[in-house]
Each structure stands twice: as C-alpha cells, then as structure tokens.
C-alpha cells in the first residue's frame, strides 16, 4: 500500500484521499454507533490528520466529538492542515480523558508502525471502554500481525482500499475487531501500477470446473493414495475427501496392506499391486503420497513417483519423513504443513509468516499450504493467498488428510496447482462451518458437496 499511495500522489494530492479516508471513518461510525461521547486521539502523522478529519465530520453531524493529541502534526503538512480544519475541544492525551470517553476512536499510528508502541499510548487506549481504530489498531505490525507493545483490542477497524496482511493474520487478527475496507477514491492509475501479489482467499480468485454432458470420470480425474498399512485411516480419509470433492475415480494404491481397505465404500478401487506397476497407468496423473505413511514407506514411494512424473500432493508423512532436508520434496507440485511440520522441514519461522512461506514455496518450487488459524497458501512466482474462511473445529485428528484428498481431486480436474489449492482449502473450510462447532474429520466428506455449489454462486478475490 506504501507504493500505491506513492505512486497515487502524483495525480491526486493526499489531503484530497485524507479527507476522503476521514469522512469513510466518520460514515462508518454513525453506521454502527449511536451519537455519543467519541474521543479521537491523534497521532502526529497521515493516521492522526485522517482522525482529524473524521472528527470535524462527527462534529457537523452533530456528535459530542473531542480531539486529544499525542504529538502535534509537522508544521506545514497534510495533517497540520487537518487538525487545523478542526475547530472542536481539544483534550489532554490521559488515560482519564479516554475513560470518560464513551467511545474511543484510535488515530495514533497506523499499519506502517516501524517501532514498538509507547507504554503511555497503550495506557491510554487501554481505559477506553470502547474502541475503534483506523487503518490498524496501534501497536499491530500491518505486515505481519504481530503486536509492538501492548495492544488494545478494537470493536472495529475501518481501513482503506484493500486489507492489510496484519488484518488477517493472527495474533493481529484478534484485536482488528469487525474489520471495514472503504473505498477513498484512490486512482486507478495507482493501483494498476503496483501489480497484486496478495489476495483474500474466496471464490472467483479461481473457478472450480464445471462438468459438461461429455464429462466422464476420466476427464474428472483419477485421485491415487499411497497407503500404509500402520495408520489406514488416513488414506480413508484422503479418499473420501477426493471423492467428496468431485474426483471421477479415487484408488489407493495399498499393496500388500490392500485388505485393510477391502470394506470401504464401494466406490472406492483398491489396488494390490506393486508402486511401480501402478505407475505406467497415465489416466493417473495425480497422488497423494504421505497421509498414513511411515518414514520408510515415504521413502519408499515418493521417489518413484517423482521420477515417473507425476502431480505429487506431499502430506503428513511425507513431510516428517524429510524434517531437515525439504529439498527432497523437490518435484511434489503441493505440500500441506501445519506449524509443526513447516518448522521441522524449514527452520523456525519468526515473525513473518508471509515471507517464510514465500520462500519456502520459490525454494522448493512448490505450492505451499501453511495450514493453520489463518491459512497461507504460496506459489513459487511469489503469489500468496491468505484464507480465513473456516472454523477452529477444522483442528482435529484426520482434517488435514481430508484436505489432502480435497486438493488433489482440484488438481486431478485440471486446476493450477496454486488454484487448486486455494480453492481446496476454501471448500474444506466451507465443510468445516457448515458441519457445526463439533465436527469429526470423517463428518467432513458429506458437506463438501454444498460447499461447492456454494462456490460456485460467489464471486470476487479481495486484493490485500
């Protein structure tokens, strides 16, 4: 965004999309409050001169609004010209003066805080009762999510043109509040010349395929699971979430173990073949190689599939299996890590998660699914998508490998390995909302379905 507003002001000047970002604040307020005592506490640079703004619009729609400033804006700027414009009272900059405060509108700094928040800043936010923040509560990192000092948490955060990464990303995300995007007008000029690399996992950011009265199981595709013979309910599970998801035809390549799986569904073909036998089949073009499996058959399947070409969705297993030396995943089109599992194969993360997982997708040439409260998913060329669209009751034993089978029928379809990923982990998080606040993994399968015909109805992939 830093760009976009660089590149904005050399067509529109700031104090234009200031007032415009003000009076976006002060609509938002009367939207969702009713007139009271606000507080608008400024900071010294653009996020104060657009709480400025906002309050001299509250002011003329009648609301009992005060100003307290923490620092005065630069002589001769934009918000020096704000905060002149504001002919309300003036208010000391206390916790005191935020208590007697009905409502509390945050205007200290914004998403580009570079340091950590004062402890007198937090003091004072912290006696509001009620808070709303523009652009980002102060003290969250808008890159990253993370807290700089001591953060109040927001009822609502009104920001501008597009989310911020720290909007969606925890622990940011939990004290972001309701979360409202306006649009302030910005040029379109300036927002085609900053090229998107970030977007707000939902539908129409990629398209399912649609089925025609030519389609067959063969043009749906063919999903195969390497299976194990110590944990079979973890192919069980891929399975069914590959069949759910619309795969044409899912076998599980089970080898000697293939009686384990004998009373499955009927639907489900299961295979005694030897691995490489199986292979030279080209109608099965993609595999799931790790729900299940220990290290040895891992590393007993994986790199055959390799080398036989085929699209390789790496999970569980697969990815334990090589901790410590990703570059053996090197080939696998899709690799699904919670925390855990990244760290184990990447190296601790640190603060950035976007950044880690870009490098770890361009490093190992895969799509990554960092699985997790806000779900990443990266490709090589630097494309990150950032899905909340879930429920916490997703974190069970068996939700992953359901997953795995989503993504795989996607990309068994005919999907971009980076779209069928995204897509797979919105369908499986739609799955995970419709089937209530208790779910278990094998519950999933049966609310796929809906999921999909609900995709397929929405539109639209928010920029960030």
């Not at 509108?105 to 007198?120: C, M, Q, T």
């Not at 920001?159 to 622990?171: A, D, E, I, Q, S």
Request: net charge positive.
């Amino acid at each position: 965004m830093g760009r976009i507003d660089q590149m904005a002001a050399q067509s529109v000047s700031v104090s234009v999309l200031m007032e415009a970002a003000g009076r976006a604040v002060a609509r938002a307020l009367r939207q969702h409050f009713r007139p009271c005592r606000v507080l608008v506490l400024c900071g010294p640079g653009n996020n104060g001169g657009d709480g400025y703004v906002a309050a001299r619009y509250l002011d003329q729609a009648g609301w009992p609004v005060s100003v307290a400033a923490y620092g005065e804006p630069k002589a001769g700027s934009v918000s020096a010209l704000a905060a002149a414009r504001f002919k309300g009272p003036r208010q000391p900059f206390t916790p005191e003066e935020a208590q007697r405060a009905d409502l509390v509108v945050d205007a200290v700094f914004g998403a580009g805080l570079s340091r950590d928040l004062d402890k007198g800043v937090s003091a004072v936010l912290g006696a509001a009762s009620r808070r709303v923040a523009i652009d980002m509560p102060s003290g969250i990192d808008g890159g990253t999510g993370q807290p700089r000092g001591r953060v109040c948490k927001a009822l609502m955060t009104v920001t501008f043109v597009r989310p911020k990464p720290g909007h969606l990303l925890y622990p940011g995300r939990e004290d972001v509040g309701e979360l409202v995007v306006a649009d302030i007008g910005m040029p379109s000029a300036a927002l085609a010349s900053v090229p998107p690399h970030a977007w707000r996992n939902q539908p129409g950011l990629w398209h399912l395929p649609v089925l025609s009265a030519e389609s067959h199981k063969y043009t749906r595709g063919v999903v195969s699971i390497c299976a194990g013979q110590s944990m079979p309910g973890a192919a069980r599970l891929c399975a069914g979430g590959a069949r759910s998801a619309g795969a044409g035809l899912v076998r599980i390549a089970a080898g000697q173990g293939a009686d384990l799986f004998r009373s499955g569904p009927p639907g489900l073909v299961v295979d005694d073949a030897p691995l490489p036998d199986l292979l030279d089949d080209t109608r099965r073009k993609v595999w799931v190689c790790g729900p299940g499996l220990t290290e040895r058959e891992v590393e007993g399947a994986l790199p055959l599939l390799l080398a036989a070409q085929k699209t390789v969705l790496a999970d569980a297993g697969a990815l334990s299996a090589y901790a410590g030396a990703p570059g053996k995943l090197r080939g696998v089109a899709v690799i699904t890590p919670h925390m855990g599992e990244f760290t184990k194969l990447f190296g601790p993360v640190g603060q950035d998660l976007t950044t880690a997982v870009r490098k770890a997708a361009k490093d190992l040439n895969a799509v990554v699914v960092l699985k997790g409260p806000t779900t990443l998913i990266a490709a090589p060329d630097g494309r990150l998508a950032v899905n909340t669209h879930a429920s916490p009751a997703l974190g069970t034993a068996g939700s992953g490998d359901t997953l795995s089978g989503v993504i795989a029928a996607l990309l068994a379809a005919g999907m971009a390995a980076w779209n069928a990923a995204g897509a797979g982990v919105w369908l499986h998080g739609e799955a995970g909302l419709q089937a209530g606040a208790w779910p278990l993994a094998e519950d999933l399968d049966r609310y796929l379905g809906p999921a999909r015909e609900k995709a397929t109805k929405m539109q639209g992939g928010a920029l960030i």
